[in-house]
């Protein structure tokens, strides 16, 4: 037995000595980076009591190594794991990979798996770093850890009350009916929307809910509220903009950069300001519609140049054949048996999921570039290029409706062409005119409406709902938003502070889905839903109120606060974010469990992998590989315990009310990016008003 363990370790030395090196003496990003030992190394000179523990010893080395380079790039320049130089990813890479490497033969020698105990040792810490550090990088490392430490601190100070904390209003959780839900569903195809929209958004946004923020799926930027643009625009000189609701792309000759913008609106003209490096652009958009900048402009981003080949890995099912022995009363089972003497043998296959080499891929390779171009006079030349390509880089059932309007269309006789043409640019939507829209919910007491999506606006009046098509225009000082039905203008004017304003009542023709044909394209039957509402002003968002003003109705009492109020003694739960994480929870999705994740994961038969949990275990098989055995086996458990979830607000906060039960239940919600952070926290619901506060105290460790 000890030869063999012994040819374990030097077969995982010999492997290390075949790869590439690990550390070069210049060049490295950051330049500590060179004192970091190769794998080889790690595994000659981390000894045990034996060679079990040595084995283990060794694998909490590798994970001590890697979360050092990590902790370091946090501690000394505020980078998170996202933020890793190409050099910090490759030097963590080599260790991970050493690491699974190890696990897994680790595991075959001895028959257990190590689950992490000896990942936080101090003792074994110190031992890595006398062994293979210098005295200047300890020194750069304590420092490391002490401005972590500082900022760790000043968060728990604002925690406890020690500085002014943000107090900002939270905004109300969506009641019944939530993102994914048949009544969500009913209510978009209702109000007019073309099914395509409604289900990628819908159960897109319901999807995300349950699992996305949870295994890393592509999120996309926030789209702040308010005034946006689309379009694309181009001057004669070589220089373009093409403008998305959360981002622009410019280009200056050949050279792309992506970057934040912001809209502002004076009393003489709508103002664009790009983010690009110290210098901001700033655009001004005329009344015929064109852009017009002044100056030069230094546009710096990647171009191909080149590409390479590179090893995949991922979890993988991994066959093997082994001999099994069997008694003569047995061989009757197998008519394959083979005699043995007095005994007889059979071949079984058996197949296991394991983590190793998965295939190779071809990487383009990139290059930092800069060009410089005069601004001028930016002419709009198209809308923004395939905005159905674009959702599909963040909403995966974007996927599933684009493949299958593309499928309808070949079911209705078309050709080839005719179905990308509608995956592509669907012929239900019309072409978005180059100009300002809008993004966002707005919200009035009178229980009055409006939410902004890329081509309609929908005005609401209690539960009636219609989309219609809309324009931002100025007029003057003004800027005035008008949604047209049947051709009749409805104007409403966007305020200074943020605000929606609009004169006297708006009838709504809403409508409700009564039933259901087969017809592939009018499936549904509808009956009229009309409502009447004052407009009054609408705050972005606010939640409507519950009044909604008809024919026969009357006014809210005087004094009524916007939104719905709970009944007295309901149940409600409250969720908010300390100072410390808030930026971080804004805006993600946060789910309540039936069960702790931990124990939902266990359930359904997934395993640590040798990592120090299992959220951690499944965290990482979903970074590897969505459509993998592991990730989607936790996946469909935790949508079985799944109880509810919502989107937190800019805040990081968010409430549910009128709660139908009590007991206990777990908070979910994973941070993602840019710092990754995630929670798994027990609440005992109880009659009345429930708090949760999500802070750095209540965290749930993940490896990464």
């Known amino acids: 037995m000890k030869q063999r363990i012994k040819s374990v370790t030097i077969s995982i030395a010999i492997l290390s000595l075949l790869t590439p090196t690990l550390v070069h003496s210049q060049g490295l990003n950051p330049s500590y980076l060179s004192e970091m030992p190769a794998p080889a190394r790690v595994i000659a000179e981390i000894k045990g009591t034996d060679p079990a523990n040595a084995g283990e010893r060794q694998l ?100 406890y009350g020690n500085t002014p904390a943000d107090t900002g209003p939270t905004q109300p959780a969506t009641q019944g009916g939530g993102p994914g839900s048949t009544k969500a569903m009913n209510r978009c195809v209702a109000s007019g929307r073309t099914l395509r929209r409604c289900f990628t958004e819908e159960l897109g946004n319901g ?6 923020g949870f295994f890393n799926i592509n999120e996309p930027i926030p789209i702040p509220t308010g005034l946006r643009m689309t379009g694309d625009y181009a001057s004669a000189n070589g220089f373009r903009v093409i403008f998305e609701p959360e981002i622009v792309t410019m280009v200056c000759r050949g050279v792309p950069s992506k970057n934040l913008y912001s809209v502002e609106v004076t009393n003489t003209q709508a103002l664009i300001t790009i983010k690009n490096g110290p210098k901001p652009l700033v655009l001004s958009l005329s009344s015929d519609g064109k852009l017009t900048g002044s100056g030069p402009v230094r546009v710096a981003g990647q171009v191909p140049a080149g590409s390479h080949t590179e090893q995949t890995a991922g979890m993988t099912t991994q066959h093997t054949t082994r001999t099994k022995e069997i008694t003569p009363l047995e061989r009757r089972q197998y008519p394959d048996a083979a ?54 880089a963040t909403n995966p059932i974007a996927y599933i409706t684009t493949l299958f309007s593309g499928v309808g269309v070949m079911m209705k006789g078309g050709s080839k062409e005719d179905a990308l043409n509608e995956m592509l640019s669907p012929k239900a939507e019309k072409a978005i005119a180059p100009g300002l829209r809008m993004h966002g919910s707005y919200g009035s007491p009178t229980g009055f409406s409006l939410a902004f999506h890329p081509e309609t606006v929908t005005l609401g009046c209690g539960d009636s709902e219609r989309a219609l098509e809309y324009s931002v ?84 009492p005087a004094g009524s606060a916007p939104g719905v109020a709970a009944p007295g003694g309901a149940t409600t739960l409250t969720i908010a974010a300390g100072p410390g994480v808030a930026n971080l929870l804004a805006n993600k999705i946060l789910a309540v469990l039936k069960d702790s994740l931990e124990s939902v994961l266990a359930q359904a038969g997934v395993s640590a992998q040798g990592r120090s949990s299992r959220v951690s275990a499944w965290t990482l098989a979903c970074d590897t590989d969505r459509q993998g055995q592991i990730c989607q086996t936790g996946v469909n458990a935790f949508r079985s315990y799944g109880v509810t979830s919502a989107r937190l607000d800019a805040n990081g906060s968010t409430t549910f009310a009128n709660i139908p039960s009590t007991g206990t239940f777990y908070i979910v919600v994973d941070t993602s990016k840019p710092r990754h952070l995630f929670w798994n926290v027990r609440v005992d619901l109880k009659p009345g008003s429930n708090s949760v506060h999500l802070d750095e105290r209540n965290i749930t460790p993940v490896d990464r």
Request: glycine share 8%; with cysteine; net charge neutral.
């Open 60 to 159: 909490a080395a590798f994970t001590i190594l890697w979360t050092l380079i990590i902790d370091m790039a946090y501690g000394l320049e505020h980078r998170f794991e996202r933020q890793l130089t190409p050099d910090e990813q490759r030097v963590t890479g080599a260790y991970q990979k050493a690491y699974a490497d190890l696990w897994h033969k680790v595991k075959d020698t001895y028959g257990k798996e190590y689950m992490g105990d000896l990942n936080h040792d101090r003792d074994l810490r110190n031992e890595v770093l006398d062994k293979f550090f210098s005295a200047s990088f300890k020194a750069l490392y304590t420092k490391s850890n002490q401005q972590a430490n500082k900022q760790l601190q000043a968060a728990r100070d604002r925690a």
């Open 207 to 212: 999807f995300s809910q349950m699992a996305g």
């Open 339 to 392: 005699q043995n003497g007095q005994t007889y043998t059979v071949q079984e296959d058996s197949t296991e999921l394991v983590y190793g080499p998965t295939g190779t891929r071809t990487v383009t390779d990139f290059v930092q570039k800069t060009a410089d171009c005069t601004v001028g006079v930016l002419s709009p030349i198209g809308g923004s290029p395939m905005p159905t390509v674009n959702q599909m």
């Open 473 to 556: 225009q100025r007029s003057g000082a003004k800027t005035i938003l008008v949604a047209k039905e049947n051709g009749t203008p409805i104007p409403f004017q966007l305020m200074p502070d943020g605000s929606v304003v609009g004169e006297g009542t708006v009838l709504v023709n809403g409508r409700v889905i009564t039933g259901t044909r087969e017809d592939i394209n009018e499936p549904f039957i509808f009956a009229p839903h009309p409502a009447r509402c004052e407009v009054g002003r609408l705050v972005p968002g606010a939640a409507p109120g519950n009044v909604a003003v008809t024919s026969n109705s009357t006014p809210p």
